[in-house]
Antibody
Framework: QVQLVQSGAEVKKPGASVKVSCKASGYTFTSYGISWVRQAPGQGLEWMGWISAYNGNTNYAQKLQGRVTMTTDTSTSTAYMELRSLRSDDTAVYYC??????????????WGQGTLVTVSS | EIVMTQSPATLSVSPGERATLSCRASQSVSSNLAWYQQKPGQAPRLLIYGASTRATGIPARFSGSGSGTEFTLTISSLQSEDFAVYYCQQYNNWPPERTFGQGTKVEIK
């Protein structure tokens, strides 16, 4: 069965960076994309960006351009999301999700369990 | 960026009743529209994609309709496990940025 297992919760200081991992299993990793979605406490869902696990192409949300980098390691079927220059409003649960489309970001058919990132001084 | 607007923000429904949720796009997204269900403390779950295609394992009481800028998610007879927050999401070809609606909370009346 398809599974996405994310790394554990993080507490970071403002200005620091965080890198969240997402290990995929149960499907051919390079046949899909991975999107990252975050959810601030009590708020809705915000799409952060997408990476093709096939060729590494990326597409980031405009508001995060320059602060976010998404990568994959096909040898371990793992996706990574790094967010830099953290601010308090980056406090959120971060989800990875399998993206049903490989050429561009699409819709998300399987989700990781979420990783809470808390930014606090 | 395509702005997705959901209505109402909260819908109070009795078990067994029908629920109708709306989602409007600020420009046409054709049929590139998905719906998700999220329960407290859980990751979202894909319900509908392509505006009207149920995802694997989704009960037939969930149905989606619409195209262009106006979309509807209907739950024909609400079960206790259906009380949750529902989000629409567009994945139109251009612009490449994906956006969600702000969500509709379906609560017990």
């Amino acid at each position: 069965q398809v599974q996405l297992v994310q790394s554990g919760a993080e507490v970071k200081k403002p200005g620091a960076s965080v890198k969240v991992s997402c290990k995929a299993s149960g499907y051919t990793f390079t046949s899909y994309g991975i999107s990252w979605v975050r959810q601030a406490p009590g708020q809705g869902l915000e799409w952060m960006g997408w990476i093709s696990a096939y060729n590494g192409n990326t597409n980031y949300a405009q508001k995060l351009q320059g602060r976010v980098t998404m990568t994959t390691d096909t040898s371990t079927s793992t996706a990574y999301m790094e967010l830099r220059s953290l601010r308090s409003d980056d406090t959120a649960v971060y989800y990875c999700a399998r993206d049903a489309q490989i050429a561009v970001a699409g819709f998300f058919d399987y989700w990781g369990q979420g990783t809470l990132v808390t930014v606090s001084s | 960026e395509i702005v997705m607007t959901q209505s109402p923000a909260t819908l109070s429904v009795s078990p067994g009743e029908r629920a109708t949720l709306s989602c409007r796009a600020s420009q046409s997204v054709s049929s590139n529209l998905a719906w998700y269900q999220q329960k407290p403390g859980q990751a979202p779950r894909l319900l509908i994609y392509g505006a009207s295609t149920r995802a694997t394992g989704i009960p037939a009481r969930f149905s989606g309709s619409g195209s262009g800028t106006e979309f509807t998610l209907t739950i024909s007879s609400l079960q206790s496990e259906d009380f949750a927050v529902y989000y629409c999401q567009q994945y139109n070809n251009w612009p490449p940025e994906r956006t969600f609606g702000q969500g509709t909370k379906v609560e017990i009346k």
